[in-house]
């Protein structure tokens, strides 16, 4: 460990003072790795950059950082769905969780279940109800006795409004008896304490197509409401790709999907639904809709607000002067593309909504604006829907494989005037090991800030705002960011790979620093068990992550037993609190230049001591004292790298 020091000394001089990356093996090089063919394309991909970005390995740990208080729990499981109303509930796949926090409550959902609990001992409150009972469709979701099948409600998604003290709680219900008619619901608690109940409200009922995907946003005036539409009928074909088998969407407007936008007044809705809650007359208050379908806008989420301790001017003087905005995000579209199917996201192109003069929502006849731009990112997207992934090496052939889903923006918060956006991109294996044509599953991130002149919307992009982090060797899936009010930024992930079943993990993202940390906060105890026989499920959908003031919740899928003991799937949700006490103290931890890694020479000990943090003192007196045994330590060390982490899978 002597020397394995000394030796992080001399790396650390060197990359400071000399601006190189002495031996071993460049960062740059120990991240990118052999570039490899993945399964069915002609060309070489990875996870290069069309220009110079931050490019991160990341190492995993079971520690926590010792700048927060940590909380945790486990939350409702592929069980607690099955076995509601009297076990005439589904166990569904993938869980889409959602999570929101307020006033001293949580509110907690997957499909197909719902529960509320206290925000700051993660206690349940109420016992976990089926999304059927929950929004009263006065049905069950599959009655085994009779076989009636009920509305099939899921994709739930909640948020906490500080204004009005209100949960807004939203999902899809398709009508009972697989019905073409669907909907969206919302509901909204009632009063401050939502376990005294909640008003549900119906948009857009209709039958021609499927409302999948609905995510929500708020800003001072309105709750936004997005959501993919999937026409009924349209064309499907079945493509063969070399180990991939998958099901794509031709790509047609008059019948393919494309996304939507509802606004309404959030002050209109919590008023009816405290009128509702007293027993009074209330109606839905009005919508205004905005298909996106002239933009080909595939699927874009609401950058949710998040409020800072300190105001951002520009942000303050753009909602001023555009009388309330709200910003959407999502990948542009690739209409060059040689098979032009639903789901070819553009290489680079990011598209930026924004809904203006929001504040209208609350008058009788709203006049709410939509303007788009575009920004070009340094990253190169590579949907990850396209291949599958492995959950151990035993499983590598055959089944017990997992779908990513595709590389769609999973999360967004608008803080500081920027819009912090998470999403997957495939890329080729770097880790020592790595299965040939077997990728892994990165995480995107881009913070991009945007502009007004003269009432023109723009966006801007800066290199030092956008990143890649990958582990060597497994797949980080379906992240979600929180930005805490001091601008600590958390992204929950589920680690999944060559030494770990699905497991629920999070990173304190340090957007300097050329790797970044994996911290575990639930370990995956067995593969995901495939109940119905089908060779591959989605897994790690959708995440949730959320913020009130300086605590952060993340909300993530890993696998918590073998089997249940009844047909369902052995998934569930982990509940994580991270509190951040004292920002200073997490600044010198997380987001300093001069800390790093090692790992023991036989690469097979990751020391609890290993991350060491030296000052340019230290450096310095290090430096002189081991020059005179540099190309000693060179050789001793040839092939290594800090940055490819592949040794310290089975460590934790």
Not at 141 to 168: H, L, M, Q
Not at 321 to 334: E, R, T
Not at 603 to 609: A, C, Q, R, V, W
Request: charge should be negative; aromatic fraction near 10%; charged fraction near 20%.
């Amino acid at each position: 460990m002597i020397v394995q020091v000394w030796w992080g000394f001399v790396t650390i001089y060197l990359s400071l003072y000399c601006g190189i990356q002495a031996s071993p093996i460049a960062a740059e090089e120990a991240f990118l790795g052999p570039r490899i063919r993945l399964p069915g394309k002609d060309d070489v991909k990875g996870p290069a950059l069309k220009r110079k970005g931050n490019e991160q390995g990341a190492v995993i740990t079971s520690s926590v950082p010792s700048s927060f208080n940590y909380q945790a729990t486990d939350g409702l499981t592929a069980y607690d769905s099955r076995t509601r109303d009297g076990g005439n509930s589904w166990s569904l796949i993938p869980p889409d969780g959602a999570l929101c926090v307020g006033n001293g409550f949580m509110l907690e959902a997957i499909n197909a279940a719902v529960v509320i609990r206290n925000s700051e001992t993660l206690e349940a409150l109420t016992e976990p109800q089926s999304l059927n009972t929950f929004f009263g469709v006065g049905n069950v979701a599959y009655n085994r006795t009779s076989g009636e099948i009920g509305d099939n409600i899921g994709d739930p998604v909640c948020v906490y409004d500080e204004d009005t003290k209100r949960f807004f709680f939203s999902v899809y219900d398709q009508e009972k008896n697989n019905s073409n008619w669907n909907h969206v619901n919302v509901a909204v608690s009632t009063n401050e304490d939502p376990t005294l109940g909640f008003q549900t409200f119906q948009f857009l009922r209709q039958d021609v197509a499927f409302l999948d995907f609905p995510h929500l946003g708020l800003n001072e005036h309105g709750l936004f409401i997005t959501f993919n539409n999937f026409p009924f009928g349209a064309s499907e074909e079945e493509e063969e790709d070399g180990k991939n088998e998958g099901r794509r969407r031709k790509l047609d407007l008059s019948t393919d999907f494309y996304s939507f936008i509802i606004a309404v007044s959030k002050r209109k809705l919590a008023a009816a639904a405290s009128a509702a809650g007293a027993g009074e007359p209330f109606s839905t208050p009005d919508s205004v809709v905005f298909d996106l379908a002239p933009y080909l806008q595939h699927s874009v989420s609401p950058a949710m607000n998040v409020r800072s301790k300190k105001n951002n001017k520009n942000q303050e003087r753009y909602s001023s002067a555009l009388n309330g905005v709200q910003y959407f995000i999502g990948h542009g579209s690739d209409s060059n593309a040689e098979d032009d199917y639903y789901w070819n996201i553009d290489a680079h192109e990011i598209n930026v909504f924004a809904l203006t003069n929001t504040a209208s929502l609350d008058d009788i006849t709203p006049d709410v604006k939509l303007s788009i731009t575009s920004v070009e990112s340094g990253i190169e997207f590579v949907n990850p829907d396209e291949y599958d992934f492995i959950q151990r090496p035993s499983q590598f052939v055959g089944s017990y494989r997992v779908d990513s889903l595709d590389g769609r923006i999973n999360d967004a918060k608008f803080f500081d005037n920027k819009i912090h956006a998470v999403c997957s991109t495939a890329m080729a294996d770097f880790g020592e090991g790595a299965i040939d044509d077997q990728p892994i599953v990165a995480i995107a991130y881009m913070f991009i800030e945007p502009h007004w002149d003269d009432g023109v919307l723009s966006a801007s992009l800066e290199m030092e705002d956008e990143g890649v982090i990958a582990l060597a060797g497994s797949s980080l899936l379906m992240p979600s960011i929180a930005v805490s009010q001091s601008g600590v930024k958390v992204i929950g992930t589920s680690v999944m790979g060559l030494n770990y079943y699905p497991t629920a993990a999070f990173v304190v993202l340090d957007e300097k620093a050329e790797q970044q940390t994996i911290h575990i906060t639930a370990r995956g105890k067995a593969a995901l068990y495939e109940w119905l026989g089908d060779e591959k499920y989605r897994f790690g959908d959708y995440s949730a992550a959320c913020t009130d003031g300086n605590d952060v919740y993340l909300y993530n899928e890993f696998v918590s037993v073998d089997k249940y003991p009844i047909g369902s799937s052995n998934h569930a949700m982990r509940i994580t609190k991270l509190t951040i006490e004292d920002d200073n103290r997490h600044g010198r931890e997380h987001h300093g230049l001069l800390s790093t890694v090692f790992f023991s020479s036989s690469g097979d000990s990751l020391n609890s001591g290993a991350v060491v943090s030296i000052t340019m003192v230290s450096a310095f007196v290090a430096v002189v004292l081991g020059v005179l045994g540099w190309r000693v330590a060179s050789k001793r060390f040839e092939g290594q790298s800090w940055m490819d982490v592949s040794s310290a899978h089975n460590l934790l």
